[in-house]
């Protein structure tokens, strides 16, 4: 039905073109046919979380000129990125996902951010549109629709392997937590106290603070006077995270901080040695790996920035070449490419992938992945990994 409306409309506004330019009958289906593949990228690309969004377009822009350049396209046809701002909000992304399926035709569409992905999964799953994200954390995600499927574990797991490290190896007793005011800080928050009492730790006290805010002095100064040996920083921002560890240790704090792998950003690695004794859970990604599929992305990417790629660009890169792969198969079989056969090839034929960042094994049954994941920290100017957590 999404198809034969679209194209009925598309006649229309074809006629009318031809009417008012004086032309005979046009063909647009055919012209639609012969063009590109058209993908979504509805991410923030201004505001707060616009500068981690352009960074992961990196890695998927990079992706989509090597599969045009190098490897015919996807299917035989070249592949189109259509970026829409998000700026990770709801009512944005509501009209950014409407002009991607209904006037873009994207049968598949990147996302991320727990505010964005709640807001158009219902949209989705009426227009048969699939959503895949490399960056949407919060396990409130779970299971929001069939047309949803994360390649970004979901925090409530990360928090299950962090923190009985931290207590066991980092010496961690009385955690405190920031929680920033969002759906996924609140969520995360959650899963950090639900945790550390399982595991027995005390909770030294919580900060709450908005996700404009600047100043953490005061909110500091009420946490650290509870003495945490660590504090959990939920944010998924750099550029705050960032705020609140430099203010912390201006304030005379010594201990550890811990967070997830939002927490691996251009604005951390900019503390230098103030971020030491900084620990968070991400995808086991390594730059100096020497897995074929992760060398070719870290040298393809350095040779076009002129810099080492981060887990996010990776993640990125990786959901255009496995978009890739979905279409040449499905193009192999001549089925037609739509929202609904993608998932459905992707839920009987692909239990897992393995691509720049690792292999991915997915849970169809509510979105959600298992990759590898390390301990990582920041030493020497670099993110690296301290231990792994899961194998």
Not at 7 to 31: E, I, N, R, T, V
Not at 198 to 219: M, V, Y
């Amino acid at each position: 039905m999404k198809h034969a409306k679209k194209s009925f409309a598309k006649l229309l506004l074809g006629l009318a073109c031809a009417a008012s330019f004086g032309f005979g009958a046009m063909l647009p289906a055919q012209a639609a046919d012969e063009g590109p593949r058209k993908i979504g990228f509805l991410m923030p690309l201004t505001g707060g979380a616009g500068k981690l969004g352009e960074m992961m377009m990196q890695g998927s822009t990079l992706a989509v000129e090597e599969i045009n350049s190098k490897h015919g396209g996807a299917g035989g046809r070249n592949v189109q990125l259509l970026p829409e701002d998000s700026q990770a909000t709801a009512r944005v992304s509501i009209s950014g996902f409407k002009r991607l399926s209904d006037l873009e035709d994207a049968e598949v569409v990147i996302t991320g951010w727990t505010s964005v992905v709640a807001a158009v999964a219902p949209l989705a799953q009426t227009e048969k549109v699939m959503l895949i994200s490399a960056s949407t954390a919060s396990p409130a995600i779970r299971g929001v629709s069939p047309y949803f499927q994360s390649t970004w574990m979901f925090d409530d797991e990360t928090v299950r392997l962090l923190l009985p490290y931290a207590k066991e190896h980092l010496g961690v007793e009385r955690l405190g937590v920031m929680t920033v005011v969002s759906d996924l800080g609140n969520a995360l928050a959650k899963s950090v106290k639900e945790e550390w009492k399982k595991l027995g730790g005390t909770l030294a006290g919580e900060g709450i603070h908005q996700q404009d805010e600047s100043n953490f002095r005061p909110i500091l100064l009420k946490l650290l006077a509870t003495n945490p040996d660590a504090i959990y920083i939920t944010g998924s921002v750099g550029r705050q995270s960032a705020q609140i560890v430099r203010q912390a240790r201006e304030l005379g704090y010594k201990g550890k901080f811990l967070s997830y792998g939002a927490f691996e950003d251009p604005e951390i690695q900019a503390l230098g040695e103030l971020a030491d004794g900084a620990y968070y859970a991400s995808p086991s990604f390594e730059v100096t790996s020497d897995a074929p599929k992760t060398k070719a992305f870290v040298d393809a990417f350095k040779a076009k920035h002129d810099r080492l790629p981060n887990v996010h660009q990776a993640n990125h890169y990786d959901l255009i070449y496995l978009y890739k792969t979905v279409v040449d198969a499905l193009a192999e079989k001549g089925s037609e490419v739509t929202g609904t056969t993608f998932r459905d090839y992707m839920v009987k034929e692909m239990p897992t992938y393995t691509g720049a960042a690792g292999t991915y094994r997915f849970d169809y049954s509510d979105g959600s992945v298992v990759r590898p994941t390390s301990l990582k920290t920041l030493k020497d100017g670099q993110f690296v990994k301290v231990a792994d957590l899961v194998e």
